[in-house]
Nanobody, 122 residues
Framework: VQLVESGGGLVQTGGSLRLSCTAA????????AGWFRQSPGKEREFVAY????????GYADSVKGRFTISRDRAENTMSLQMNSLKPEDTAVYYC????????????????WGQGTQLTVSS
């Protein structure tokens, strides 16, 4: 499956932004999907995952209560609504499809998108 992220940009501290991930060649609801992010000099870190039905989600402690992951079956997309953004949220955000293993481990995912940059200014 080919994944493409969009929606990144520059936002002020406390602002909101919505990232989207589209899937070409496969129905999004057929697989567990997740969001990860990577800042310069840091390893890629888990942000959130969503089950095939959308009923189960999981979040990193650093974003819990501020970010919401969701699916849009009609549009065949997955989104990440980000509120109360902080400068430490600045990163390239990636969506990925789950293969096997721990849901919070990047090694458990494949078919990564190219990433979209989020910059939060202080």
């Amino acid at each position: 499956v080919q994944l493409v992220e969009s929606g990144g940009g520059l936002v002020q501290t406390g602002g909101s932004l919505r990232l989207s991930c589209t899937a070409a060649g496969r129905t999004f609801s057929d697989f567990i999907a997740g969001w990860f992010r990577q800042s310069p000099g840091k390893e890629r870190e888990f942000v959130a995952y969503i089950s095939t039905s959308g009923a189960n989600t999981g979040y990193a402690d650093s974003v819990k209560g501020r970010f919401t992951i969701s699916r849009d079956r009609a549009e065949n997309t997955m989104s990440l609504q980000m509120n109360s953004l902080k400068p430490e949220d600045t990163a390239v955000y990636y969506c990925a499809s789950y293969r096997s293993g721990g849901l919070r481990e990047s090694s458990s995912y494949h078919s990564w998108g190219q990433g979209t940059q989020l910059t939060v200014s202080s």
